[in-house]
C-alpha cells in the first residue's frame, strides 16, 4: 500500500523534525553564538592565518580574525546590482595568498552608463585591512532577463587553476549546450600575472570550457 501525503502533512512533519532536533540541541557538546548580522553570506573561505573572507550579496566583503572578531570597516564594499540573484556570488584566495595577498571576486556590477549589464571576475590585493590594486580579469555581458542563474563559484583547484561556474543566466534553452557560449558551464583558468589565460590541457582546445550542460552550478567542490 503506497503512503500519500499532501503538502500540509510534509509540512507538518518537517516542522516536526526541526522542534525534535531542537529540543535536543541542550545535550550537543557545542553552543550556538551570534557573532554578526549579514543579511545574505554567499561565500566564504578561511585564509592561512585563520582569518574568514566572506562576502553578502549586497556588496560588502568581510574579515574576521580567526579569534571571530569582525573587522571594524568591510574589507571592501561593491557597487552591485540588487535585483533578484544579482549581486557579490563568490570569493577566492589565491594559492600564495599569504605572499602575494590576492583574492578574486565574481559579482554583478550596477549597469554601465549606457545601460549594458556585465558579469566581472575582479582581483583585489588585500593590504592591511583594505583591498587596494582591482584588476579586472573576466568581463562578460550579461543579459539574464530575469537577474538570476550567476552561478557563481571561484575556487582553486588542486592543480593550481582557478575554476569558475556561470549558471544559463536564465537563457536555459539553448546557450548551456554551446559550448562557444560562457553560459552554462564550469570554466577552467591559468593566472598569468594579469590575465586569465586558457590552459593547454582544457578538454576543448582554445576554450576555457571545462564542463557544460550546467543549469546553475551554484557551488563545487574538489
Given amino acids: 500500500m503506497r503512503a500519500r501525503f499532501s503538502g500540509i502533512t510534509i509540512m507538518v512533519l518537517l516542522l516536526m523534525g526541526i522542534t525534535a532536533r531542537a529540543q535536543d540541541a541542550s545535550s550537543l557538546p557545542y553552543q550556538v553564538e551570534l ?8 561565500s566564504m573561505v578561511w585564509a592561512p592565518d585563520g582569518r574568514l573572507f566572506f562576502t553578502d550579496k549586497n556588496g560588502p566583503v568581510y574579515v574576521a580574525s580567526a579569534e571571530g572578531e569582525l573587522q571594524d570597516t568591510p574589507l571592501l564594499t561593491l557597487e552591485v546590482r540588487q535585483e533578484n540573484e544579482d549581486g557579490v556570488q563568490s570569493i577566492a584566495l589565491d594559492p600564495n595568498f599569504a605572499e602575494n595577498g590576492y583574492f ?11 545601460g549594458s549589464m556585465f558579469n566581472v571576475v575582479t582581483r583585489f590585493t588585500e593590504r592591511d585591512g583594505t ?5 579586472d580579469m573576466l568581463r562578460f555581458p550579461n543579459q539574464s532577463p530575469l537577474h538570476q542563474h550567476h552561478g557563481g563559484r ?12 556561470v549558471g544559463d ?10 559550448t562557444d557560449d560562457i553560459e552554462g ?3 577552467r583558468f591559468a593566472v598569468v600575472g594579469d590575465e586569465l589565460q586558457i590552459p593547454d590541457d582544457n578538454p576543448f582546445p582554445g576554450s576555457s570550457v571545462w564542463a557544460y550542460g550546467i543549469r546553475n552550478a551554484y557551488s563545487f567542490i574538489f
Fill in 35 to 42: 557573532l554578526y548580522k549579514v543579511p545574505l553570506i554567499t
Fill in 169 to 178: 543566466l536564465s537563457h536555459w534553452n539553448v546557450r548551456s549546450q554551446n
Fill in 154 to 165: 571561484l575556487a582553486f583547484g588542486p592543480d593550481g587553476y582557478l575554476y569558475l561556474s
Fill in 104 to 114: 578574486y571576486i565574481y559579482y554583478t556590477p550596477v549597469p554601465e552608463a549606457d
Fill in 185 to 187: 558551464k564550469i570554466h
Fill in 131 to 135: 583591498a587596494v590594486e582591482p584588476v
